[in-house]
Each structure stands twice: as structure tokens, then as C-alpha cells.
Nanobody
């Protein structure tokens, strides 16, 4: 079983940066695909970035490509999301998710593809 704990959320100004961290504990074989999703109030949960940890292959939503970077810190067992050039529309609750099968990183980027979830961390971007 995998446990995921997000941290690093908070408030930032437009154009600023934040780094989110997802601490992954438990079976490493259950987290071959780790992703970040976000959900704004009243809206659906959307994929932001995902990482096939075995291959180091990353994938991004169009809305964040070029601004966000997902990476793994194996020494700390974390998957991080570096967010730069933040916009008001980046305001949301951000969730870390993991799935044992790396195929979750190559199929449709949907919440139903992931079995394990963290509780989320809030990101608020204001001008």
C-alpha cells in the first residue's frame, strides 16, 4: 500500500513560484506512475503533470507546459512539482496520486486511472 502526503502549498503572487512536494511511503512498486492533479471549487479534478518513475518520463497538461516541472527525489522519496510563472487560474487544491502500473502515465490522464491519493494542499495565486 502507498501513502501520499502533500506539502508546500500556500499563497503566491502572479508570476511567482511555489514548489509542492509529495512524500511517498510504502511499497515502491505501487507508485510507478505518480501524478499531480488539481481541483478548483465547483470544477472537476484535472491532471497537471505525471511522472513514470521507472523511466523518468514526464507528461504535462497544456495549461502548465513550460511553467511547471515534475521531478523525483529518490533520496527523500518525494515527487515534486516546481511551479513557476504562476497565474490566478492555477489557484486550486493540488493532489498527489499514484498508481502501481506505469501505464497510468501513458493512458488518458484521468483521476480514475489512479488508486492512491493524498489529501491535498491548497495553492492560491493572487495579483
Amino acid at each position: 500500500r502507498v501513502q501520499l502526503v502533500e506539502s508546500g502549498g500556500g499563497s503566491a503572487q502572479v508570476g511567482g513560484s511555489l514548489t509542492l512536494s509529495c512524500a511517498v511511503s510504502g511499497s515502491t512498486s505501487s507508485s510507478n506512475c505518480v501524478a499531480w492533479f488539481r481541483q478548483a471549487p465547483g470544477k472537476e479534478r484535472l491532471g497537471v503533470a505525471r511522472l513514470a518513475t521507472r523511466y523518468g518520463a514526464a507528461d504535462y497538461a497544456v495549461s502548465v507546459k513550460g511553467r511547471f516541472t515534475i521531478s523525483e527525489d529518490r533520496a527523500k522519496n518525494t515527487v515534486n512539482l516546481q511551479m513557476n510563472s504562476l497565474k490566478p487560474e492555477d489557484t486550486a487544491m493540488y493532489y498527489c496520486a499514484a498508481e502501481p502500473s506505469s501505464s497510468a502515465c501513458s493512458t488518458s490522464f484521468l483521476p480514475r486511472s489512479f488508486s492512491y491519493w493524498g489529501r491535498g494542499t491548497q495553492v492560491t495565486v493572487s495579483s
